[in-house]
């Protein structure tokens, strides 16, 4: 699936024709006005949206439909982590990261499928999990688990049929939202991953029609690597770009 012409609904994304939904207006609505920008056409709505809240994660199809008249690809990005050790949580934050980082991401793929199947042209949808769903984190424990359930729902999903892929990246550290969060603590671990490798394997998974219930991991030594088809293909496929 080529990305041209095509409709993407992207949580997390104050950060082709698109859906923006965030819970921060702000960043939301400056990249919204940045990616209209000298269009003819409006390319680019944003969406206020708490992944969390139902509703308004069905809002965001709602918006698809109304200002494009159809969704191709669904970006499950939205994400955070805890700050403080599991024992040391009696605010209950870890609940919050498991809502967001695995609830939603579940809602968002149901939501997702739904909208797919009811247009009967097929679609994509890419999840946003990291290394830590792939390999235990023992300083965010809870956020790890949260990504093992996203690559463990993603992966469930390759043989869904009805021109339907699942699909996620599993990124190590990159220079973004999620990670200025803990950046003192994870400073000096690894070199971060570029952002733009992180896009390279969204457009990867997105536009190669072969991956389906597939999982690229990004790190900074090895580049892009995919997970998940041993089973088909007898060894993995890597591409480093």
Sequence with gaps: MHVQDKVAIITGASSARVILADIDVADGERLADALNQGKKEKVAYFVRCDVTNYEQQAAM???????????????????????????????????????????????????????????????VIINTASLAGLYPQGLTPVYSAAKFGVVGLTRSFKDFGDNIRVN?????????????????TILGMSPLVPV??????FMMLIEDDSYSGDIARITPQYGISIIGRTARNSKEKKAKL
């Design 168 to 184: 996620a990246v599993a990124p190590s550290f990159s220079d973004t939202k999620i990670i200025s969060q803990v950046k003192d």
């Design 196 to 201: 733009e490798q992180v896009i390279d394997a």
């Design 61 to 123: 199809f709602t918006a698809a439909e109304k200002h494009f008249g159809r969704v191709d690809i669904v970006v499950n990005n939205a994400g955070i982590v805890e700050r403080s050790p599991l024992w040391d949580d009696d605010t209950g934050v870890w609940k919050k990261v498991i809502d967001i980082d695995l609830s939603a991401v579940i809602e968002g793929t149901r939501l997702g499928i739904l909208a797919l199947k009811k247009q009967g042209h097929g679609g």
